[in-house]
């Protein structure tokens, strides 16, 4: 619901209730008044009576408005007040009158005296009330309703703007600007917050990338003077066997750290979202060609592939971290099948499925994606295979399971 | 052959210049941003060697340069920087090919001779090594003027051996050189062997000489003697 809805149906519901409450207590109010002022006005004509009675001796009769008569068996009382029905004979009905009487002395004699006056009909006062509040209500409601338009066609308006422009944002866009809003002050103070906030997103991202990249850079540049010299030192023609064996092996070892710097920078890029360029890229050939990396290993261990690849089934995302991830299960999936094993791939629209028989592995199938993670710890590979390829499938919320089933350690991804 | 190489760090461009030296090639140096825009607006080069963090400017600059001054240079980008979008810029520019660091010396003295077979500044795609002759463009190989059937494997190793001639190469280069960066080389020198096995036994079989030496524990070195 929009904000300016939800404000309506509050104000709405609110001076609603608030009307209603003013209108019973407007009805108590007048009632009262109105009996008041009706029981005073009959008094006063009582008065008008005795004086009458007293100064010209004539008894006023006005029925049924005025009524006065002798009387000798009733005591002499105070006032008292009814609210009796007569019957009007012009609009044939009963129409409910109050009534004060009194039994007082005058000139020695006791006399009845009554004054009778039309009630106000109760429902007539109702109706007309409610028609006066309702109108009320109604101008009310109106004025606010364009009021609010007007508020949100006008006031509300750099707030959408804002509101649009944010939906834009995205972290590696380095020039985001959002438009300044001089009023209302919120809006202003809401849109230079937020503008604080973008750039902070922003630089920060962009020093995070940088530093990603500069700490490539520190490392591998001493990492390639190293390897191009130990290169260089293997060509000399007198180098004894176990001088150049030495050198080989540091030679392998820096080669290792160089890998593993590189693997843990991409497993940090993926999760900073450092690859925004994305495009449409065909899986199907996509897997055909990185199985040929593996013809020799698939040779070697005399594996039997089967293929069910449909064709052009192309997904819009990274190709490099799709290429990645190809390689990266492809590579796994070689290097744990038994020999003379299978190797199954399986891909559909939305859907690649990758698995190679093998014996069971003894660990929870969470673990399999953990950083350096082995099954076979004296293994020279670096575990990080499944992590770059959970990854992977995080950032683009593929969801991957892997199980073991009829003797086949399956890897299943759904796009 | 003229060769600059552009890149800070000073231990390195040594050890490249000696290389490529050795194969006969004349290497001028760029330590920094300025010394490359200097020595590119006088000389002309061959190849260009360029790495893409200096001191002073952004190499990608340097491509800018390189591409709208009157060089013909084959360009090629050796980075630590892999973040994908330098290499995509880079190449988009109009840099020629791009090598990650660490990189294998042979590796670079393959792609700067292919580089230049593919500009044919040698004049030819052909590279004769005695009875053996490489076509680079049909990928045949032929000795003593018969075609031999090699696979596209065995092409590739065969041709890497020969650019880098009288050189002891490590496996993990070959390695490196045949599958790529994407897959570690350890569990591919079983393969190598039967590759280099099968390149022996066809080239013996027409009579070609085996000038393909193993160097126990280390690798292999291609070399008349």
Redesign the interface.
């Known amino acids: 619901m929009k904000l300016l809805q939800k404000t309506n149906r509050a104000y709405f519901l609110i001076s609603g209730l608030a009307f209603l409450i003013a209108g019973v207590i407007i009805y108590f109010v007048i009632s009262f008044f109105f009996k008041d002022q009706l029981n005073e006005k009959l008094k006063s004509d009582i008065g008008d009576v005795e004086l009458s009675i007293e100064r010209n001796g004539t008894i006023p009769d006005y029925y049924p408005f005025i009524e006065a008569h002798e009387v000798q068996d009733q005591p002499e009382r105070s006032y008292e007040t009814v609210d009796t029905l007569i019957f009007d004979e012009t609009e044939k009905e009963n129409i409910p009158f109050r009534e004060i009487s009194v039994v007082t002395s005058v000139n020695g004699k006791r006399y009845y005296i009554a004054a009778r006056d039309a009630l106000f009909e109760q429902g007539d006062l109702l109706t007309t009330i409610a028609i006066v509040i309702g109108s009320v209500f109604m101008l009310l409601l109106l004025s606010l309703y364009f009021i609010n338009r007007k508020l949100s066609l006008k006031i509300w308006q750099p707030f959408y703007r804002t509101l649009d422009e944010l939906k834009d944002f995205s972290h590696d866009k380095p020039d985001f600007k959002l438009t300044p809003v001089s009023e209302p002050y919120e809006f202003t103070e809401l849109t230079k917050t937020l503008e604080k906030l973008t750039n902070k997103v922003i630089s920060d991202y962009q020093s995070l990338k940088r530093f990603t990249e500069d700490s490539s850079h520190e490392i591998q540049t001493p990492l390639a003077v190293i390897q191009s010299k130990l290169e260089t030192l293997l060509q000399y023609p007198d180098l004894k066997r176990d001088q150049a064996e030495m050198i080989t092996s540091i030679y392998i070892y820096s080669q290792r750290i160089s890998r593993l710097i590189q693997t843990l920078l991409l497993l940090t890029r993926i999760a900073n979202d450092q690859f925004p360029e994305k495009r449409a890229v065909n899986f199907s050939e996509l897997i055909e060609e990185k199985l040929q990396l593996f013809e020799d290993n698939i040779l070697g261990k005399s594996l039997t592939i089967k293929k069910s690849i449909e064709p052009e089934c192309v997904l819009e995302t990274n190709f490099f971290l799709a290429e990645s991830m190809v390689i990266n299960l492809i590579e796994n999936a070689v290097k744990h099948s038994n020999a003379e094993g299978s190797v199954n791939i399986t891909l559909e629209k939305n859907h690649f499925e990758i698995s190679n028989s093998g014996t069971p592995v003894q660990v929870p199938s969470s673990k399999l994606f953990e950083r350096f993670y082995k099954v076979n710890k004296s293994s020279d590979s670096q575990g990080l295979g499944l992590a770059i390829v959970k990854e992977i499938c995080t950032l683009n919320n593929w969801g991957i399971v892997y199980e073991y089933k009829e003797g086949l350690h399956k890897f299943i991804i759904r796009f | 052959m003229k060769i600059l190489i552009i890149e800070d760090?000073k231990?390195?461009v040594k050890?490249?210049k000696?290389?490529l030296e050795q194969e006969g090639l004349l290497c001028e140096t760029a330590y920094s941003w300025f010394e490359a825009e200097d020595a590119l607006s006088v000389f002309k080069y061959d190849i260009i060697i360029l790495d893409l963090?200096l001191p002073g400017g952004d190499g990608l600059d340097l491509i800018k340069l390189i591409k709208n001054g009157n060089q013909q240079a084959g360009l090629l980008i050796v980075?630590?920087?892999?973040?994908?979008?330098d290499k995509?810029i880079g190449l988009d520019m109009g840099a020629d090919d791009y090598l990650?660091?660490?990189?294998?010396?042979?590796e670079l003295n393959s792609r700067i001779k292919s580089l230049l077979r593919r500009r044919h500044f040698e004049g030819s795609s052909e590279i004769i090594f005695n009875e053996i002759r490489i076509n680079t463009d049909s990928n045949e190989v032929f000795i003593n003027g018969n075609i031999i059937d090699l696979t596209k494997?065995e092409f590739e190793i065969l041709l890497y051996f020969i650019t880098n001639k009288n050189?002891?190469i490590?496996r993990?280069?070959i390695a490196e050189h045949v599958?790529?960066n994407?897959?570690?080389?350890?569990?591919?020198y079983?393969?190598i062997y039967?590759?280099i096995k099968n390149i022996r036994r066809k080239i013996e079989f027409s009579s070609g000489r085996d000038y393909l030496h193993n160097?126990?524990?280390?690798g292999y070195k291609f070399s008349e003697k």
């Open positions: 760090e231990e390195l050890t490249i000696d290389y963090t980075s630590a920087r892999d973040s994908l979008d995509i990650t660091k660490p990189f294998h010396l042979a494997k050189r002891v490590t993990e280069a599958w790529g994407s897959i570690s080389g350890a569990d591919n079983d393969f039967s590759h160097i126990y524990g280390i």
